[in-house]
Structures are given as C-alpha cells and as structure tokens.
C-alpha cells in the first residue's frame, strides 16, 4: 500500500505559476514511479508527468517546456512546478505512485487557472 497527501493548489491567473507537492509513504526507491495525472471537467484523466525512481522524466506534450516534476528523495516527495499557465490547465490534479504492477492515487487538488 501507498499513501499520498498532496498540496499546493489553488487559483492563478494565466501566465502564473504554482507548485504542486506530493509526499509518499514509502521510500521513493520502492516506487516504480511517482508522478501527476489530471482530469479537467467532462474530460478524461491524463498523464502530466511522472519520474521513474532511476530519475527518467516524462511529459505530456502539453506541458513541455512550462512543467517541471522534480524530486527529494530524502522528503519521499515530488514537486510539479507549472508556469505559463494556462486556462486549458485547469482540472483537478492528482498524485499517483506505481509499485509492483499497482497504481495509487492521491485525493486531488484542484488547479484553477483565469483568464
């Protein structure tokens, strides 16, 4: 099992910025990967960005260049910075965890982005 409490959402303006933090209960080593997906309203759920535990990072093209998912290991804890952001972002985001072929899921935080 994994358990995952995630912070930093909020409203902002387009062209600001947030950061997003999700802490794990496990060791970031015993994870296959930890990253975000998000799921904006009548929309389905879709990748952000994970890290693999080597380090590997992947993006949704969408979010190229204005994401960033980083790590401490020390804090079992990954970061999603977002500039530039956009009204299109906003959705609810949520944190997940890959262990063994299982995925976990985080409560969500809600990113709103105005015009």
């Known amino acids: 099992q994994v358990h995952l409490a995630e912070s930093g959402g909020g409203l902002v303006q387009a062209g600001g910025s947030l950061r997003l933090s999700c802490a794990a209960s496990?060791?970031?080593?015993?994870?296959?990967?930890l990253g975000w997906h998000r799921q904006a309203p009548g929309k389905q759920r879709e990748l952000v960005a994970d890290i693999t535990s080597g380090g590997t990072t992947n993006y949704a093209d969408s979010v190229k260049g204005r994401f960033t998912i980083s790590r401490d290991i020390a804090k079992n804890t990954v970061y999603l910075q977002m500039n530039s952001l956009k009204v299109e972002d906003t959705a609810v985001y949520y944190c997940?965890?890959?262990?063994?072929?299982?995925?976990?899921w985080g409560q969500g935080t809600q990113v709103a982005v105005s015009s």
């Open positions: 997940h965890a890959k262990r063994l072929g299982s995925t976990y």
């Open positions: 496990r060791n970031m080593f015993a994870l296959n990967a």
